[in-house]
């Protein structure tokens, strides 16, 4: 028989929580907000001199351009997504900008405001998959979360104001108040609620199975939270959720997905890649 020993330091060592020194910098962006992704590509806020900010954008080749639209008072939400479907389909970064919505072709860096999506209110986020988009209306009496079709129908999911959003496939995920909350974009089915009480909430994601997010306190730094896997109009809508050993001193100011799962974030110092990817497996 061959016994192993380990001292008491290795064990500690081997059992410890992955920190953020294991993962990889793509790009130093001191200062930046709002990190999204999608097709391969990346985008986020990056701030100017004048204390105002620029949009800043990573192709999947890895070249970084700001294009060339005006600059933004505050650090706008970004998300990426398809204009449309099938062989006409455009890849896209919508986002608002003095309460209207506005999208930029990421192949041409051509940029217009979706007039279907500005209102009276004061638009505060926007989302699009396929043709599909949601957006946050933040005053008056359109205040809430709304869906609007490819066809251009307009339907409110809830009069709730969420600070953030995340869209994939067919439903939409949001933080409400201290929850994260998911709903389908045709407004039926059960509303499924995946957290609560939460405190610190940045960097909501969303996939076709599995919502997730980041929070961060001065005592135990940057966690990260994950359902487990919901399925489709079936169910589960009674959510699980567990908690990934990655831990980082830092605030965390978005989280890219690879469609399944994180691949990609933004710090304080910049935009950094998962080693290992969290939840992977689990």
């Known amino acids: ?34 990190l999204a992704g999608g097709g391969g590509h990346l985008v986020w806020a990056a701030p100017t001199p004048d204390g105002r900010f620029k949009l800043t954008v990573r192709t999947p080749g890895g070249s970084v351009a700001q294009p060339d639209i005006p600059a933004f008072d505050d650090a706008p939400q970004p998300a990426i997504g398809t204009s449309t479907t099938g062989v006409a389909k455009r890849l896209i970064a919508v986002y608002t900008r003095d309460g209207d919505v506005f999208e930029l072709d990421l192949a041409t860096g051509t940029e217009r405001r979706l007039a279907q999506l500005s209102t009276g209110a004061r638009e505060t986020a926007a989302a699009v998959t396929m043709g599909r988009y949601v957006a946050v209306r933040a005053t008056g009496s359109r205040k809430g979360l709304w869906t609007v079709s490819r066809t251009g129908r307009a339907t409110r999911l809830t009069r709730t104001v969420p600070s953030s959003i995340a869209l994939a496939q067919s439903r939409v995920a949001s933080v409400e108040h201290g929850k994260v909350v998911i709903r389908r974009l045709s407004g039926r089915g059960p509303v499924m609620v995946a957290g609560r009480n939460l405190r610190g909430v940045s960097s909501l994601w969303l996939t076709r199975y599995r919502v997730g997010w980041a929070t961060h306190d001065a005592d135990r730094g940057t966690r990260l939270f994950a359902s487990r896997r919901f399925a ?45 990817r969290p939840f992977h497996g689990r």
């Open 232 to 276: 489709g109009s079936g169910g589960p809508y009674t959510l699980t959720v567990i908690t990934d050993p990655w831990t980082s001193a830092s605030p965390l100011h978005g989280i890219a997905t690879d469609g399944s799962q994180p691949t990609t974030y933004l710090d304080d110092q910049g935009v950094k890649r998962f080693d290992p």
């Open 1 to 34: 028989m061959v016994r192993t020993s380990i001292t008491a330091a290795a064990l500690a060592a081997a059992l410890a929580p992955a920190t953020a020194s294991a993962d990889s910098s793509l790009m130093s962006a001191p200062g930046a907000r709002n």
